[in-house]
């Protein structure tokens, strides 16, 4: 039986076996699956599981994205992963596959203040080309997460760990300090080199490599 896989900052909050026809996502009380995070819609999104499994928008404000895109109606394929406000939910077709924490991508809708990392900003990003994350290895391996936000955070388990901004001059990647004690290789390195809580500017084709995960950072179009 397919599932879906609710998640914050990479930690497992619930698991949604899909044994009915549809499912809402929502703030309100009496959705499925209930969010209390102001960026969330009342109604926000209703997965519809038929023969194939389908997310729709419901006409939210901040919106719906399945691999870091913005969609309006779309198919969901096995580790496909929704956002919906600061919750991340993946899409699991079977069932008897464990679902493996990783790595986790999450467009951020508000300023990074409390994300820990000093004096970062991102300016306007009309113009500047979109780029994406092309995950290397691991159970997601091959998935893609566009970047459409400024402010794209990435980390493990509830730690955030890496951001990387959207600005006119492109994409730029920053480590984050946090109080937590980390490995040397929590922290991001670019192509063999680490970043530490520096930033980069990131270039088409860069490899990153970040909490045991590779992923390769592309312009598209």
Do not use: C
């Not at 026809?21 to 929502?26: K, P």
């Not at 990131?202 to 179009?221: A, N, P």
Request: no cysteine.
């Amino acid at each position: 039986m397919a599932k879906l896989i609710l998640t914050l900052d990479g930690a497992v909050i619930r698991e949604y076996p899909l044994e009915k026809e549809t499912v809402s996502i929502g703030r309100r009380p009496g959705n499925d699956i209930q969010l209390n995070d102001l960026a969330v819609s009342g109604r926000h999104a209703l997965v519809t599981h038929l023969r194939r499994t389908y997310i729709e928008d419901l006409g939210s404000t901040n919106g719906t994205l399945v691999n870091g895109k913005r969609i309006r109606k779309t198919i969901l394929e096995h580790g496909d992963v929704i956002q919906v406000g600061s919750h991340q939910i993946t899409f699991l077709a079977d069932s008897d596959q464990p679902y493996e924490p990783t790595m986790f991508l999450r467009a951020e809708y508000e300023p990074t203040m409390h994300l820990g990392a000093d004096e970062i900003t991102a300016g306007p990003v009309r113009g500047t080309p979109l780029g994406a994350i092309r995950i290397l290895d691991g159970p997601h391996a091959g998935k893609v997460m566009e970047l459409r936000k400024p402010f794209n955070t990435l980390g493990f388990r509830g730690l955030k760990v890496a951001l990387i901004t959207r600005g006119p001059r492109g994409y730029t990647i920053h480590g984050i300090r946090a109080k937590e004690l980390r490995r040397a290789s929590d922290l991001p390195v670019v192509n063999g080199v680490p970043v530490g809580t520096g930033s980069r500017p990131l270039k088409d084709q860069d490899v990153i490599e970040l909490v045991g995960t590779k992923m390769q950072f592309f312009l598209l179009g």
